[in-house]
């Protein structure tokens, strides 16, 4: 029996995932891991947290779950395969199903040939022709080379101030790295809000605890020039001509697909630069596969191809091209729902399915979103706020759900992923059955409760009114009728200063008296989280009042500027 | 217009809860609650981390999150809604549609009229008539005056040994606080495991951890007598008439619906002695309404009614209680598919679904069931490691899933809930997109992992042996085959010693010729998870041998004796 060759362009972690799936089920298959990068396997995902010191110990970003470092030895002993590091495939031969590459330590060139090939040459960082980014100082957070450099900066102690230049997911997780390094970090964010996987009234709670945590942050701002002396970087000047200081500045404005090998052997190619591959994980090539950050997958949303360059997304898609390469075209690879999460200090932030912006940019209408906030668990338990966004399409179903908050996000994203794709509607959510004791949830977990907000929004109990529109309307100089239902030891404590009339709930009935005496007045009901500002609601209504609003998310969603 | 008479007997968390939802749709409704406690609105899942002194305040059990305590003033003020404490409903006059009711204070009697009734009345415990149970010492944890006997028992000190009588929910978190406060907790349960919403197996692993803690457990045993002495609780006597010295008894075996009055007032009671109720929460009179531990709901699972007395259950009924009496029967109640949590010291045990025992009771047959022990995150970040199983019906649709562990077990459970909910199979779950990062999950999450190995075992790629069935092989005599695929250093710090011999994965092919000549030889591999144990069998497969079992879960899914 001749046995399979297979070749995998790239050892990270599509191509490791791919070659050891593929050795599982052919023992006797030919695989060659082919990777330009010194390491194979790298822990990518964890760079941010060795650079910030939350552990010492670099092997750890290379090892198995036993301890063992995943170098070519391992692959060669452990699964039987031969990785070639520091190896760069420079073309490949369709035709003659071959691939040329170069060792990189010696110059030698080497032709592998192939039955079936893998690329999963991964991602590139957008690293646009900004003046004086050749300067020392500059670089990005997505290498093992990078991770050392950034990791000494921070062991040396001698950099004071630093820029990252992009607030996505590296940007944000670097950010915190340096900040806990001592290093004093500005954020430069060409849009209005860092981490755009969330709309910009969660954002801005995430930013606001960043800016707790002593990171400064400009949204808005385009990096024009890179100052230097001497070859090395002093500053980052912006478009609008101000000048930061700066030792270090890290690029972290996205990646793209790295198609290019892929591109010149004439396979197809997506409208995001990525290969395109079909629901098999194959190219345009029935012999090649392709699967990681390097490819498009598609979105289970919208149907369209999207770039989805993440580290879990790559493994499972490196999967399913392991097994297609051995077996023929059996298992598919369905796309992403576009989960994502990280954290940022103290705080966690999530997000699945669809957000308000992309529902904006898709075109989609007749959706509803709500923004609720509640606690975690009991308060006896330790509870932390969460603020959620849940967004559900014109037929309730489930399609998008945010949360931020210091309390257990991760649950309340996986929860709203899985219930996006059993393609949930509210009226499912309401009463469904998830694990409740006190260390872990309250009664009504928070993910229910978002629900039930949905629901009396959606029955019409409730008429929300965002964070946004409240502001918004203060600062046209409209002066809506407020209430904050809440106790005065609670506004002692907090309050928003936004002309807001504090009447306690339990005083409503009571003090109806000083309310407007027209009663198509607007008036606009909120509390801490705005349950309060929601019996108001019902309370107001059920006394004639007409055009009422409560605040989603009360004092806890509001990202602006408090009086106290 | 005349405002709708709403009576609630119960005000506990769904007489509350149905309370308070009925006031928002109706501000003009008379609803009283008639609450036999002095307390209303209790937080009693709570009242083991009261008593274990995981917070001091007594009063956060009865607190909105704002801190105001829920009593008659607060239910006045806030919810406009009469609460009678202390009042006990005796009688249900169905045709007059009247109850009456006896001030427990006073003794005065008084007669509520309602046009819509919520019975609420929540659950009792189960007091089988051993001997000497009136003796003074002995007592449930099911009562704000429970907690604050056992609250005191903690804080005098006084008390050195205590027993627990049954294993359940209520019995381990009884366990970790008194545990905890310094007491010798010894638990006597009847049945072979604690916590029967877990298999055996996991079960075994709860328990090991609990013994690790220093509590004693005697499963399997039944209690005969107490023994006391003046009157005083001094042991406890097991059937098989061991003592064991005592000064305090928690009695744990259960609840059961507290449906007397329903029962007296002619209602219909289910099999389980809870009041039948559709799925409106209304019982077998149009009028009358039940929500919480006194009703039977419906099990999702298989349909049947079943009693499910869970706080968040109790809630979500009583919402829907709570709207059905205000605006007729507009919405319903699903039902549970069995989801419960329990924290116990630092160990999380979960179950959603149906577990084997439950399939096997049910008479369900076609299943697959499958365990899996992997780390909930990178090793770098505090790896804590998971044990879950995973149960498909014959059309591979998930229908059960426990795990136990250090870890986040709350996220995997609640991720297991709604892919049942959402009626998702294992082609869903191997490629589901949960939310990844480092501090959160690995890149492929262990609830993704643990479906890639039931996919593995449904396509007859890995032949799994439990450990119970390793363990009988062993216990009769017979002799395995084993092999320990891990490193010598691993095998160094902890290792089975059940005859195994150790050849790490990456020897295995070098070292065959040490294994049996015949091929058809029962071989069972593993490993610390048996992922290596599984490519073992891989390797030995495409090698000829053709009778290998993967044992799984591996080490950490061995309950009993390890010689390391």
Redo the contacts between chains.
């Keep these: 029996m001749v046995s399979t060759k297979i070749v995998v362009i790239g050892g990270s ?1 599509a191509g490791a995932k791919a070659a050891a799936k593929a ?6 298959a030919e695989i060659t891991i082919v990777q330009k990068a010194p390491d194979l396997s790298m ?1 990518s ?2 760079y941010p ?2 650079v910030g010191g ?2 010492n ?1 670099r092997s ?2 290379l ?1 198995t ?4 470092v995943r170098d070519a030895t ?1 692959f060669h ?4 395969i031969t990785a070639l590091a520091q190896t760069e495939v420079t073309s490949i031969n369709r035709p003659k199903k071959q691939v040329t590459c170069r060792n990189l330590r010696n110059g030698e060139e080497k032709i592998l040939e192939y039955d079936k090939l893998i690329i999963a040459t991964g991602a590139k960082p957008n690293m646009p022709p900004i003046p004086g980014i050749n300067l020392e100082g500059i670089t990005t957070l997505l290498t093992m080379a990078d991770t050392d450099y950034l990791r000494k900066i921070c062991d040396d102690k001698k950099v004071k101030s630093a820029v990252v230049i992009g607030g996505g ?1 590296i940007g944000v ?1 670097t950010v915190e790295a340096l900040q806990l390094s001592g290093i004093q970090v500005t954020v430069v964010e060409m849009l209005d809000q860092v981490l755009t996987f969330l709309d910009w009234d969660l954002a801005k709670l995430v930013e606001n605890h960043m800016k707790s945590k002593g990171a400064r942050l400009l949204t808005g701002k385009g990096v024009k020039e890179f100052v230097g002396q001497d070859g090395l970087l002093t500053g980052v000047k912006l478009a609008d001509g101000d000048v930061i200081n700066c030792e270090l500045a890290v690029m972290a404005i996205g990646v793209r697909p790295n198609a290019d090998l892929a591109k010149e052997a004439g396979l197809d190619i997506g409208k995001f630069g990525g290969i395109t591959v079909n629901s098999y994980m194959q190219t345009s090539d029935a012999d090649i596969y392709a699967a990681g950050d390097c490819v498009e997958i598609t979105s ?1 949303i919208s149907g369209q191809p999207v770039f989805a360059p ?7 898609e490196g ?2 091209a392991g097994e297609n390469v051995i077996l023929g075209n059996t298992v598919t ?2 796309g ?8 940022i200090f103290d705080y ?1 932030a ?1 997000s ?1 399915g669809i957000s308000i912006k992309a529902a904006e940019r898709s075109g989609l209408t007749g959706y509803t979103a709500v923004v609720n906030a ?2 975690d668990k ?4 330790g ?1 932390k706020i969460l603020v959620s966004k849940m967004i559900v399409d014109k037929n309730q179903r489930l399609i998008g759900y945010q949360c931020v908050g210091l309390g ?1 996000v ?2 309340q ?3 709203a ?3 996006i ?4 509607t509210v009226e ?1 959510l ?12 309250l ?3 928070h ?2 409760a978002t629900a ?1 907000v949905m629901q009396n929004k959606l029955k019409g ?1 409730m008429t929300g009114i965002s964070v946004q529109e409240v502001w918004d309307k203060l600062d046209r100089g409209e002066k809506p009728f407020l209430i904050d239902g ?2 005065p ?2 506004y002692e404590e907090m309050h928003l200063g936004i002309g807001e009339l504090l009447i306690p ?3 409503l ?1 009571s003090r109806l008296s000083e309310l407007p005496a027209n009663k198509d007045t607007e008036i606009i009901c909120f ?3 705005s349950l ?1 500002g ?2 108001a609601e ?2 107001l ?3 004639g009042y007409t055009n009422i609003y409560v605040m989603e998310g009360g004092i806890m969603a509001w990202p602006y500027p408090r009086k106290k």
Tied chains: 1, 2.
């Design positions: 972690a050795r599982r089920l052919d023992e006797f822990a995902c964890g947290y060795y939350v552990f110990d750890q970003l090892c779950p036993a301890g063992v391992f002993k452990a699964k039987a997911l997780e289970r993440m580290g879990d997304l790559a493994n499972l999967r399913v690879f369905p992403t729902i576009h989960t994502g999460i990280c954290k966690t999530g699945t509640s606690p009991p308060g006896f338990m509870a257990d991760s649950k994203i996986a929860t992923a899985m219930a794709q059993g393609n949930l499912d309401i009463n469904c059955d998830l694990p409740y004791a006190p260390p872990f949830s009664a009504i977990d993910f229910i039930h109990r809440r106790n030891n609670e709930i339990g005083a009935r509390c801490k989280i309060r929601y019996e019902s309370i209504r059920a006394h």
